[in-house]
């Protein structure tokens, strides 16, 4: 791959979020990629030993999720990544967020679980990310989202 | 081994009981992750919570596993390539709040190493199918394979 230079930092929360991130790993890690996640031991079963902790955080926590915005914020600024990706959940969110603010390329990947609609955090990166993809061919659209296929 | 797992969070006693129903006659040991389910079986080794490095290790451990429609264990199943057997709870019979289980299979359905059983009486056939699997771990789905594509497009700024 010619562009394995490109620092990418890509986040999930634990469990399936993480899951689905793992499985795009054979693309990832033909890059500088840099993972966070809020379950860092889990990662180290993947063999990422240096992933970065981010606190897990939703909406009907607004003092973790300030918390996480700013632990994102400084994942980003020690990082300083080109490409920011995410498959969920908020502290994902935040660091696409986050990202933005450093001049990241920003791509919200929602999660395959997600077969009706797009997640809470799905429908903030409409607007908020650089490109917002579903896994479910019949929820893309023109733009956002777009549909490219699932990691299934 | 089969796993059977209903995740943690709510019981699926009409899968537990018809595996448990199952297992004398499956020829290899059962274990099954219960959660919040009352029945108790009598022929599978049955928790009710098992936690997550434990799962995994079993899940490696496992020929086939048998599961509700949860993506979460799709989703390992995918990454140790173990075939799997879903089942999708039913709002009607108040195993879910609503019927999205069935928009998952209907989705998933055919996709490499991922078989349905749309209720606990299709559960035999599926299983003798899911043990004679062969290894399809070097199988992508044609939907994987394009998600890697635009993602490699995306990071490297190219037209999508």
Redesign the interface.
Known sequence: ???GS?R?LAAASG??HW??L???R???D??DIRFATTEP??AA?HGIESAERLPDCNQNKPLQSALCGLVALWIVLKHRPQ?V?STGAAPGFFCILAGRLVGA?T?W?D???N??QLSLCGKLSQRWAH?C?T??EHLGTDARP?Y????? | MILVTVGMQLGFDRLIAAMDALAPTLGLPVIAQTGKGRYSPQHMDARARIA??EF?RLVQQSRLIVSHAG??T???A??FAKPIILVPRRAALGEHRND?QL??VN??SG?PG?LVAMDEAALPARIAEGLAVKDWSAVQ????????????A????RP?
């Open positions: 791959m010619k562009s490109t990418v469990g399936g899951e689905q793992m499985l795009l054979a693309t990832l033909n890059y031991a889990v079963q490409v990706i390329r791509l990947i999660s395959v679980a077969g009706e490109e993809w896994q479910w777009r490219f296929g699932a990691v299934l | 997550p490095a995994e993506i979460g799709v989703l390992t995918a990454r999205h928009a998952t989705q998933l996709r991922i789905s044609s939907t994987a394979r394009q998600l890697h594509r635009a993602l490699a995306f990071i490297e700024n999508l």
